[in-house]
């Protein structure tokens, strides 16, 4: 079984910074793609940024210059460094992992539950 545990959400002022956390664990055997999605109250979850095993990554136009994906193959944790955030960013932010649980199993989509980043003005 596998697990996604998101930490590092909370409370900012407008112009602050967060990092995010997303520890995978469980039966592993290789993750490839980590990303950070997020959804604010009634709008649809959209892609805030993703990284491959091998450290390209891409972002939304919304958070570039401002967002930093990072991850650590060898802790399987994937960070999101968030500067400058603004009211707009505030949103429950979610992890993904593509995971492989054995040599031999295709990939499968793992989330975590969720942090809630919220930003003050």
């Known amino acids: 079984q596998v697990q996604l545990v998101e930490s590092g959400g909370g409370l900012v002022q407008d112009g602050g910074s967060l990092r995010l956390s997303c520890a995978a664990s469980?039966?592993?055997?290789?993750?490839?793609?980590m990303g950070w999605y997020r959804q604010a109250p009634g709008n649809q979850r959209e892609l805030v940024a993703v990284?491959?095993?091998?450290?390209?990554?891409n972002y939304a136009d919304s958070v570039k210059g401002r967002f930093t994906i990072s991850r650590d193959n060898a802790k399987n944790t994937v960070y999101l460094q968030m500067n400058s955030l603004k009211a707009e960013d505030a949103a429950v932010y979610s992890c993904?992992?593509?995971?492989?649980?054995?040599?031999?199993?295709?990939?499968?989509?793992?989330w975590g539950p969720g942090t809630q980043v919220t930003v003050s003005s």
């Open positions: 993904n992992a593509r995971i492989r649980i054995t040599k031999w199993s295709r990939e499968n989509d793992f």
């Open positions: 990284i491959t095993r091998g450290g390209s990554t």
């Open positions: 469980g039966s592993i055997f290789v993750i490839s793609d």
